[in-house]
């Protein structure tokens, strides 16, 4: 049981970049999944979260309106479309599965992707 996070890089200021969280051995239908991410020097944040319930999308106020999380079911896989990326959004991004609706709380989350580095960067 995994998950996969893959799909970082480095942008210039302004680009885009979509994540993918892959699933192996687990049906993420069943789960909310969330995207965190850690910046060296700072605490980890939630950034984006879609339920397991009813599709509902929640966004930390920092990436509302740039950031877009979608589930494809038929490829078990979450993404997070990244647009107009800016320097303060440097960081290792996590994808993450819990059974729950705690979306924002971290250590509520059973399983975790191993990190993909975004780096903003002009």
């Known amino acids: 049981v995994q998950l996969q996070a893959s799909g970082g890089g480095m942008v210039q200021p302004g680009g885009s970049l979509r994540l993918s969280c892959a699933a192996a051995?687990?049906?993420?239908?069943?789960?909310?999944i969330g995207w965190f991410r850690q910046a060296p020097g700072k605490e980890r944040e939630g950034v984006s979260f879609?339920?397991?319930?009813?599709?509902?999308?929640y966004y930390a106020d920092s990436v509302k309106g740039r950031f877009t999380i979608s589930r494809d079911h038929a490829k078990n896989t979450v993404y997070l479309q990244m647009n107009s990326l800016n320097p303060e959004d440097t960081a290792v991004y996590y994808c993450?599965?819990?059974?729950?609706?705690?979306?924002?709380?971290?250590?509520?989350?059973?399983?975790w992707g191993q990190g993909t580095q975004v780096t903003v960067s002009s």
């Open positions: 993450a599965a819990q059974r729950g609706s705690d979306y924002w709380t971290g250590r509520l989350y059973d399983i």
């Open positions: 051995g687990l049906n993420l239908d069943y789960f909310a």
């Open positions: 879609i339920s397991n319930s009813d599709g509902s999308t």
